[in-house]
């Protein structure tokens, strides 16, 4: 198994991509038991990089400023709630 991307380096996208893959293969069961434990601690990797950007999407998403009807009118940066 070959690991190009850091975890720390990939969008989210690509994080579920391979988060994907890894339970794939997983599933399957006929990776070697070696395999499976390296396969296992990179989806727990994938998982919290994927958790991570999300959360910083809903902090981003929460952050939007409204006039009074409703209609947004820009952002607050998430230190200044």
């Not at 690991?3 to 599933?27: G, I, N, Q, W």
């Not at 070696?34 to 929460?62: F, H, N, P, Q, W």
């Amino acid at each position: 198994m070959t690991e190009a991307t850091p975890v720390a380096e990939m969008s989210f996208e690509e994080a579920m991509r391979e988060l994907e893959a890894v339970v794939t293969k997983l599933e399957r069961g006929d990776v070697a038991l070696e395999d499976s434990i390296r396969l296992y601690e990179r989806g727990a990797e994938l998982k919290k990089r994927c958790e991570t950007k999300l959360k910083e999407a809903e902090e981003k998403v929460a952050q939007i400023t409204l006039d009074g009807q409703g209609q947004p009118t820009g952002t607050t940066p998430a230190g200044d709630v």
